[in-house]
């Protein structure tokens, strides 16, 4: 039995279904990444997922169905990172971190110290030391998605989604962001869904990766397994003609690179 | 630089000095002068008029502009909107109606409290209520609703107004939508003090949880919010806060606008200490308010005229201030 797997999931706004009929499983350790163009109903899927949106079909994690919790302890399964927070007040970058613990807490209680310092650490985790104080609002757009990707890592879930989260980031903050996601995977029981924008950071970070057209599943990858002409060709049911390459970083890492014709 | 919670302690304890000073003002300024003397020494007409009009009218020009200051605050922020006040899901036009019609149709000033105060309630419940018949529990539907609710307490009102004798009740309506402190006896504010100093209690308690409901709806279930639950409990208290300042006091406007935006100001932040100063500066403001009301003229002046006359510079003040890093 897989750690995560999603069942015949159906979503949409307004009764209209966005995606449908939509299965796969996600093993423990994990990332995987959903690919598709705009309107594909990426976002659709990850909010079918996480409860945000009603769906028919049934998603279980760790043989507890989502379905059937809740919200307190669906959130302390599943960590949900937007494409924009709607944060739209003044509030420091660790007030928005600790926000992350509310549903290990009593309605009156309050964060205590050993969260304190697990909501620094995590800042720490993802290149924010010292801006504790700062105020949320006066962060750039990827320094926010960074404190939102703290505050899920700290909050302790064992599934986590993330929509886009390399869509503010520059190059550099990108990779630091997945790497720290792989960094959390490796550390215990858990996997990742995460819808991507960059083929190539997508074919590099995750382990499977699902083809999302026209809200149906059309295929699925496996970058570390499958042979190049194989990927190549689904990819360009997305993508349009392009060119898929293997390559060594310096250090002799085996990469994916793809370009477009 | 100071950490932002001592900020926000110097800012509390600079409030709390100003409303003493205030309070103090308010207890001896009148149209009938008091002297510290004359009271020690045991002047009885002096005596009277401190324990029945003064001490009344300082007591409900604090609590009920702290009161007013911090539900302020709280709609704010659950709304997700700074210009978000009671107003907004139809307290206001609730008690105005409720008012009205408890001059019209009882008698008492004690009625007339109960009247406005029922009024605002139920006119909130309603508002929530068909709120809740969209499953989504989106913020716009309560403001939509609250806004449906507005009009229909407007339309009641005008009908009331209609009805009105307008040499004696057209004129106790006007003057109760002004608002003002003048008339409170001691002996009617205990139930409204002790219901507004329970509800506050409690809206502290959840300030953490206020915070929770500014993020984004589907944010805020992700970090185990029961959204629509509690956001409905913390406005019915908020509610209940406003309400029973309103129902003795009559309208005032600004207060509830302008003190959390001060404090924020101020604080830069959102915390529990911010949401202190916003009910301390509505304390100021009504206080000092209520003393230029009763002070400037002959007559006693509506209270919201002043309210907004010392509101309106202050945030301009704060927002210059804010806008040139001074």
Redesign the interface.
């Known amino acids: 039995m897989s750690f995560f797997s999603a069942q015949g999931i159906s979503a949409g706004y307004g009764g209209n279904n966005i995606i449908k009929d939509i299965s796969f499983t996600v093993e423990a350790g994990c990332l995987t990444g959903i690919l598709g163009a705009n309107g594909s109903g990426k976002t659709t899927l990850l909010?079918a997922v996480?409860?945000?949106l009603p769906h028919s079909g049934a998603c279980t994690l760790d043989g507890k169905k989502l379905e059937a919790l809740?919200?307190?302890e669906?959130?302390?399964h599943?960590?949900?990172i937007?494409q924009r927070?709607?944060?739209?007040?003044?509030?420091?970058a660790l007030?928005v971190v600790l926000?992350?613990f509310?549903?290990r807490?009593g309605?009156?209680e309050?964060p205590n110290s050993a969260m304190q310092s697990a909501a620094r650490a995590a800042l720490g985790q993802v290149g924010l030391a010292g801006m504790e104080?700062t105020?949320y609002l006066h962060l750039s757009e990827g320094q926010k998605q960074l404190c939102i990707l703290a505050r899920t890592l700290a909050a302790g879930s064992s599934l986590l989604l993330l929509d886009e989260p390399e869509s503010a980031l520059d190059f550099q903050f990108r990779h630091r962001t997945l790497e720290t996601l792989r960094g959390w995977l490796s550390e215990g029981e858990r996997c990742g869904i995460v819808t991507l924008h960059d083929p190539t950071l997508a074919l590099n970070f995750c382990d499977e990766l699902l083809l999302l057209s026209g809200g149906v599943l059309t295929g699925c990858i496996r970058p570390g397994e499958d042979p190049l002409d194989k990927m190549k060709a689904m990819l360009e049911t997305i993508y349009g003609n392009l060119s898929l390459l293997r390559c060594r970083s310096r250090s002799g890492q085996a990469r994916l690179l793809m370009l477009k014709e | 630089m100071a950490?932002?919670t001592a900020k926000a302690k110097y800012f509390c304890a600079a409030g709390e000095v100003l409303l003493a000073v205030l309070a103090a003002v308010s207890l001896l300024v009148g149209k009938y002068p008091l002297s510290l003397e004359k009271l020690i020494a045991g002047d009885a007409l002096q005596r009277r008029v401190f324990w029945t009009l003064r001490c009344s009218r300082t007591i409900v020009g604090v609590a009920g502009g702290f009161a007013l200051g911090t539900a302020g605050f709280v709609f704010q922020?659950v709304f997700?909107n700074p210009l978000a006040s009671p107003d907004i899901i139809g307290i206001s036009s609730g008690a105005s109606a409720g008012a009205a019609a408890g001059i019209l149709f009882l008698s008492g000033a004690a009625a007339v409290t109960a009247s406005a105060f029922a009024g605002a309630l139920l006119a909130v419940i309603l508002a929530l209520a068909l709120s809740g018949l969209d499953k989504s529990g989106r913020n716009s539907t309560i403001v939509l609703a609250g806004i449906a609710v507005h009009s229909l307490a407007q339309t009641a009102l005008m009908c009331l107004k209609l009805t009105a004798d307008p040499e004696r009740q057209l004129a106790s309506i006007e003057y109760w939508i002004m608002g003002s402190l003048s008339g409170i006896s001691i002996h009617s504010i205990g139930g409204n003090l002790l219901l507004c100093a329970v509800c506050l209690a409690v809206l502290f308690?959840?300030h953490?949880?206020a915070?929770?409901l500014?993020?984004?709806?589907?944010?805020a279930?992700?970090?185990?919010?029961?959204v629509g639950r509690l956001r409905l409990v913390v406005l019915l208290i908020a509610t209940l806060v406003v309400s029973g300042v309103v129902s003795l006091t009559g309208l005032i406007s600004f207060v509830g606008l302008l003190a959390p935006h001060g404090a924020?100001l101020l604080t830069?932040?959102?915390?529990m200490g911010t949401m202190l100063l916003s009910g301390l500066l509505g304390g100021c403001l009504l206080c000092g308010a209520d003393i230029l009301a009763r002070s400037v003229a002959a007559a006693e002046l509506p209270v919201s005229i002043f309210t907004s006359l010392l509101g309106a510079p202050f945030l301009i003040f704060l927002l210059f201030r804010e806008r040139r890093g001074l």
């Open positions: 909010k996480c409860g945000i809740s919200p307190r669906l959130a302390r599943c960590g949900y937007p927070s709607g944060i739209s007040i003044d509030i420091s007030d926000m992350g509310n549903p807490l309605l009156l309050h104080n105020n | 950490s932002p922020t997700r308690a959840l953490r949880q915070i929770l500014s993020a984004e709806e589907g944010e279930r992700m970090l185990g919010v029961n924020r830069k932040d959102n915390r």
